[in-house]
């Protein structure tokens, strides 16, 4: 499908998905968003495509958020039910194969939160990370209050979204808030190796690891632990289990077909 701010390049078993308006920091219009979801829904049937990098257009940004100027004047009603159903950030954290933030720039409001729904963050030292939506006199909508203070902890959350403050990709790194903070030379390549080596991996073991991995934060231990369990007996349902083992014994590379 062709798309008017989204740019989809497909690198073996790698798909990068790239948000391009760089004239506007790659801001979230609806439009924008709309594509995002189809794109990723057309990824998702894929059965080429293993790990999915998104990243921004240009040098300067990641995504600098929503798209200011379409809240001028916007009713709460009207922003409601925008927002309603299922969203972007649904379509990427339910994603079922890996998805990788490549940051490369700014990565703002719904850029940050659109980011901490992907499974894995790295970040160029150029990139500067935050939720400034409260110095609109707004929040975050998009899950930041509730992914950030998952992944950094509630008192840092708490300061950053009441600060509106941005931070560098270090300190991001150091928070926990990125995966890794690598030179901007260096991004698209370390990005790419993590990529590719997920990408050799079983899809459907994967899969497994996503889901299984997500609960930790959807549900308490207890259920967690016992759907843990589930998804990894499940695993043993597929024919990649049986040439993961096999070659394991043969001293070979696995060649896993995703069934
Ligand atoms: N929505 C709409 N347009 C945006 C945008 C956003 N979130 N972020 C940047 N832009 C636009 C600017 O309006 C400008 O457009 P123009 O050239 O037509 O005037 C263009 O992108 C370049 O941005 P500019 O502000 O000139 O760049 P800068 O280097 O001076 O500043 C930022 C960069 C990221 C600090 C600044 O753009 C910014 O604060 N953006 C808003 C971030 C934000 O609050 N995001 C959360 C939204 S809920």
Known sequence: MAYENLIVEKRGAVAIVTVNRPDKLNALNIKTRGEILAAFDELAQDDEIRVVVITGAGDKAFIAGADINEFAGRTALEQREIMRGRGAFDSVEDFPKPVIAMINGYALGGGCELAMA??????????????????????????GTQRLPRLIGEGKAMELILTGDMITAEEAERLGLV???????DLETKTMDIANRIAEMSPVALRMAKQAVKNASRTDLRAGLEAELDLFALCFASEDKEEGVRAFMEKRKPEFKGK
Do not use: F, Y
């Open 179 to 185: 995966n890794r903070a690598v030179s901007p030379e």
């Open 118 to 143: 992907c499974d894995i963050r790295i970040a160029s030292t150029k990139a500067r990370l935050g939720q400034p939506e409260i110095k609109l006199g707004i929040i975050p909508g998009g899950g």
